[in-house]
């Protein structure tokens, strides 16, 4: 848990600070993904794992350059 606290950590300053952006997004994207699938399994909703999976996509789709 301390390796996932720090990936979180680091991808969080690097959106604070808009630096890096998409380069945040792929570290955390693994994060993000087992985030989906606990979400999925829990709550059994897959409009909620959608919510999320768009969510994901559209501020990748604001990095893109």
Do not use: D
């Not at 969080?12 to 606990?38: K, Q, S």
């Amino acid at each position: 848990m301390p390796t996932v606290k720090l990936i979180e950590l680091v991808a969080a300053m690097m959106f604070l600070f808009n630096r890096n952006v998409f380069l945040a997004l792929l570290i955390f994207y693994p994060v993000l993904f087992n985030i989906i699938c606990i979400g999925l399994h829990f709550f059994g909703s897959i409009q909620y794992c959608a919510l999320m999976i768009a969510g994901i996509l559209y501020l990748s789709w604001l990095e893109r350059k």
